[in-house]
T-cell receptor, first 109, second 118 residues
Framework: KQEVTQIPAALSVPEGENLVLNCSFT??????LQWFRQDPGKGLTSLLL?????REQTSGRLNASLDKSSGRSTLYIAASQPGDSATYLC????????FGKGTRLHILP | GAVVSQHPSRVICKSGTSVKIECRSL??????MFWYRQFPKKSLMLMAT?????????EQGVEKDKFLINHASLTLSTLTVTSAHPEDSSFYIC??????????????FGPGTRLTVL
């Protein structure tokens, strides 16, 4: 049974710092891995989607990597801003999409 | 880009009533739609997979008679919470998979529906 774990559960960093969010999954037989952002009480915003054949994707200040063999992904946020404060969810897809519990990120002004 | 809408975005109802939530794919056809539930400060949990023209597949622990799913067309799936109780209060999110195969069968998520049962 696929399980997705995100570490840390919560993170507070000063504005301007670079940071890394971690995601691990137990079954490497995935189609893709996706990172989402969720603001309080809101729906999901897709940030980056990495296909199983890819190793990373970049969008602006965000970079996501995927190491399928080790069951790990990281989301790198460069030059963090207060507007980046949100919960970041990692999700893997095999025949279903399984979500991690998320990392609550707080960027301190 | 692919857009999924949900209606209503927020609903408050009395205990014992039924509530219907709609999920629509606006610019693509989806043979498969998914319904998720998210309790406060918890992750999204898949409730059921909705297939157009056939019965939904429910995850373990989800009561199919309580959460009725209908996927009558390639662009619409509905979730009806029957005889709602306060413990059903949650954030319900749907997603749809593009049947055309573009975007590698990526799932697109709706904005969610906040259900509060008094």
């Amino acid at each position: 049974k696929q399980e997705v774990t995100q570490i840390p559960a919560a993170l507070s960093v000063p504005e301007g710092e670079n940071l890394v969010l971690n995601c691990s999954f137990t079954d490497s037989a995935i189609y893709n891995l996706q990172w989402f952002r969720q603001d309080p009480g809101k729906g999901l915003t897709s940030l980056l989607l990495i296909q199983s054949s890819q190793r990373e994707q970049t969008s602006g200040r965000l970079n996501a990597s995927l190491d399928k063999s080790s069951g790990r992904s990281t989301l790198y946020i460069a030059a963090s801003q207060p507007g980046d404060s949100a919960t970041y969810l990692c999700a893997v897809r095999d025949d279903k999409i399984i979500f991690g519990k998320g990392t609550r990120l707080h960027i301190l002004p | 880009g692919a857009v999924v809408s949900q209606h209503p975005s927020r609903v408050i109802c009395k205990s014992g009533t039924s509530v219907k939530i709609e999920c629509r794919s606006l610019d693509f056809q989806a043979t498969t739609m998914f319904w998720y539930r998210q309790f406060p400060k918890k992750s999204l949990m898949l409730m059921a997979t909705s297939n157009e023209g056939s019965k939904a597949t429910y995850e373990q622990g989800v009561e199919k008679d309580k959460f009725l799913i209908n996927h009558a067309s390639l662009t619409l799936s509905t979730l009806t919470v029957t005889s709602a109780h306060p413990e059903d209060s949650s954030f319900y999110i749907c997603s749809a998979r593009d049947r055309s195969g573009r975007a590698h069968n990526e799932q697109f998520f709706g904005p969610g529906t906040r259900l509060t049962v008094l």
